[in-house]
């Protein structure tokens, strides 16, 4: 009997981009494909297994580090992962997808400005009026991938269509021998 291959999908961008609506619709499509799939959204993380941690750069890389370990035992015993998490640090990123291994960067983009028009909590206008520090794009750096294996420009593009670009990579690397990627974007 041949294992399936397990493949974390990692979604990353600021606050408001759609990081978390791109992933639940991947993650539903996966799901009704007939993949072993499980959904790990940063706000949710902060709420239960990483509680404790604040916002300091420290802290948000060993929320991202946690998240990157839960990943890759679940990735190493053949679960899609959905990760859904602004992740603002590239190192830490890159050192999370050098310990899973099997990893799709999802880089989703979307312009400051149209994250705050987007921002239902109000979390951007709070950070802006200084009732919230270290707030990633306001007084805390967001560094990009470099090299996303996928970009989405949620300010361009449809869901459906940020959504076929993602389920296109992801289905070349179900369907492939564990290898290098190419970047789609």
Known sequence: MTQRQGLTV?????SGAGKTTLAHYVFKHLCEA???VE???????RQHLTKGLGFSKEDRDENIRRIGFVAELLTRHGVIVIVSAISPYRE???EVRAKIGRFVEVFVNAPLMVCEQRDVKGLYKRARAGEIRNFTGIDDPYEPPLHPDVECCTHLESIDESVAKILKFV??????????????G
């Open 39 to 45: 959904m790990l959204d940063g706000d949710i993380i």
């Open 92 to 94: 830490v990123r890159e």
């Open 34 to 36: 007939g993949y072993p």
């Open 171 to 184: 289905m070349t690397m179900l369907t492939s021998e564990p290898q290098g990627t190419t970047a789609v």
């Open 10 to 14: 990692w979604f990353t961008g600021l």
